[in-house]
T-cell receptor, first 116, second 112 residues
Framework: GAGVSQTPSNKVTEKGKYVELRCDPISGHTALYWYRQSLGQGPEFLIY????????DSGLPNDRFFAVRPEGSVSTLKIQRTERGDSAVYLC??????????????FGPGTRLTVT | GNSVTQMEGPVTLSEEAFLTINCTYTATGYPSLFWYVQYPGEGLQLLLK?????DKGSNKGFEATYRKETTSFHLEKGSVQVSDSAVYFC???????????FGTGTRLQVFP
C-alpha cells in the first residue's frame, strides 16, 4: 500500500515569502506529526494532530509557523515570512493512534526547503 | 528536560565486524525507546523499540536492551554487512506523548 507522501520534494523560496508544505498520511492513520531536520541533526518535533485537532503544537518555533488538518487526513504546514534559518528538511509521519502502547510512526521522504 | 545523546560518527567498519552504537537518554518518567534507520535516499524507518526496563528490541540482526540503571539503549549487531550502511537515530517518547525526541544520528559505513 501507499506510504506517507510529501509534496513538493524540494522547495526553493526567497526570504520573506510564504510557503505551504503538504503531507498525505497513510490511509486510516489518525495521528499525524511534523518534524524538522536541520543538516547534521536529528529530527525535531513541531506539531502533532489527533484527527483534525492539533493535540500538541509545542514544537512550533514561532507564530510564523502554522499547520492544519481540516478533514483529519491531509495536512499542510504553512510558513509565513520565511527566513534563511527555516531552511531544513520537513518530515511528516503518521501512525494509527496516540495513546497507550506507542505505535510505529511511518515517515515520509520529506520536503527540502531552501530559503535564499 | 528530555534528551537523547548518541555517539558521534561516522563509524567505519569492515564487513562482518561487531557493531555498537551508544545511546543514552534523559527523561522524566518511563519513556519508550527506539532506534530508527535512514538508508541512503530513503525515509526514516523504525528498526526496533523497547517500552520498559530490561526489554530487548531486535530486528534484522540488530539488538538493543533498555537499561534503566544506566539510562542507555545501545545498538548492537554481531556481524555487519555493507547493506547496513546508513544513519542510525536513537529516540525516545514519554508516556502518553508519542512525539519522538531524537538524537543527532550516527552514520555507519561498512566496507567490504
Amino acid at each position: 500500500g501507499a506510504g506517507v507522501s510529501q509534496t513538493p520534494s524540494n522547495k526553493v523560496t526567497e526570504k520573506g515569502k510564504y510557503v505551504e508544505l503538504r503531507c498525505d498520511p497513510i490511509s486510516g492513520h489518525t495521528a499525524l506529526y511534523w518534524y524538522r531536520q536541520s543538516l547534521g541533526q536529528g529530527p525535531e518535533f513541531l506539531i502533532y494532530f489527533q484527527g483534525t485537532g492539533a493535540a500538541d503544537d509545542s514544537g512550533l518555533p514561532n507564530d510564523r509557523f502554522f499547520a492544519v488538518r481540516p478533514e483529519g487526513s491531509v495536512s499542510t504546514l504553512k510558513i509565513q515570512r520565511t527566513e534563511r534559518g527555516d531552511s531544513a528538511v520537513y518530515l511528516c509521519a503518521s501512525s494509527l493512534t496516540i495513546t497507550g502502547e506507542p505505535y510505529e510512526q511511518y515517515f515520509g521522504p520529506g520536503t527540502r526547503l531552501t530559503v535564499t | 528536560g528530555n534528551s537523547v545523546t548518541q555517539m558521534e560518527g561516522p563509524v567505519t567498519l569492515s564487513e562482518e565486524a561487531f557493531l555498537t552504537i551508544n545511546c543514552t537518554y534523559t527523561a522524566t518518567g518511563y519513556p519508550s525507546l527506539f532506534w530508527y534507520v535512514q538508508y541512503p535516499g530513503e525515509g526514516l524507518q523504525l528498526l526496533l523499540k523497547a517500552t520498559k526496563a530490561d526489554d530487548k528490541g531486535s530486528n534484522k540482526g540488530f539488538e538493543a536492551t533498555y537499561r534503566k540503571e544506566t539510562t542507555s539503549f545501545h545498538l548492537e549487531k554481531g556481524s555487519v554487512q555493507v547493506s547496513d550502511s546508513a544513519v542510525y537515530f536513537c529516540a525516545l517518547s514519554r508516556p502518553n506523548t508519542d512525539k519522538l525526541i531524537f538524537g543527532t544520528g550516527t552514520r555507519l559505513q561498512v566496507f567490504p
